[in-house]
């Protein structure tokens, strides 16, 4: 699957460091997004493979979405034998906090398209 989305084959050796590791894949990430360069984005397929092993979200005010890696799939943000709510309400925390920075002053700095365009009215920047 990663050879088929980045268009490069991974050449990982069973002795390599995370470090090593990493320095290949951001490498390779870096080359994908150098080769893509006046190429429109597909919105419909567009997706992101968040590398990081710790859990994280943000905001992307580029493509007007929430990023959140797969990370966030371990205690304590989730719990395989816990309520089905606490798990649903622990991941909709995530996201609507990061929702709101599509609001904030950062966010009122691009459109719903990833323009750069301020939406704000004069009112609300004050």
Same mark, same amino acid.
């Given at each position: 699957? #990663?050879?088929?989305?980045? @268009?490069?084959? !991974?050449?990982?050796?069973?002795?390599?460091? =995370?470090?090593?590791m990493y320095?290949?894949?951001?490498?390779?990430?870096?080359?994908?997004?150098?080769?893509?360069?006046?190429?429109?984005?597909?919105?419909? *397929? !567009?997706?992101?493979?968040? #590398?990081? /092993?710790?859990? /994280?979200?943000f905001y992307? $005010?580029?493509?007007?979405?929430?990023?959140? $890696?797969?990370?966030? #799939?371990?205690?304590? !943000? !989730?719990?395989?034998?816990?309520?089905?709510? =606490?798990? =649903? @309400? $622990?991941?909709?925390?995530?996201? @609507?906090?990061? #929702?709101?920075? /599509? =609001?904030?002053? *950062? @966010?009122?700095?691009?459109?719903?398209? /990833?323009?750069?365009?301020?939406?704000? $009215?004069?009112?609300?920047?004050?």
């Amino acid at each position: 699957l #990663l050879n088929r989305h980045y @268009g490069v084959a !991974f050449d990982f050796r069973e002795n390599m460091t =995370f470090l090593e590791m990493y320095h290949r894949m951001r490498k390779n990430e870096v080359q994908r997004m150098l080769s893509a360069i006046d190429i429109p984005r597909d919105w419909e *397929n !567009f997706w992101m493979l968040h #590398l990081y /092993g710790t859990p /994280g979200a943000f905001y992307n $005010s580029l493509a007007n979405d929430v990023v959140i $890696s797969a990370a966030f #799939l371990q205690k304590p !943000f !989730f719990d395989a034998d816990a309520p089905a709510a =606490f798990n =649903f @309400g $622990s991941f909709a925390a995530v996201v @609507g906090h990061e #929702l709101t920075h /599509g =609001f904030d002053v *950062n @966010g009122a700095k691009r459109d719903a398209f /990833g323009n750069s365009h301020n939406w704000w $009215s004069e009112e609300s920047r004050q």
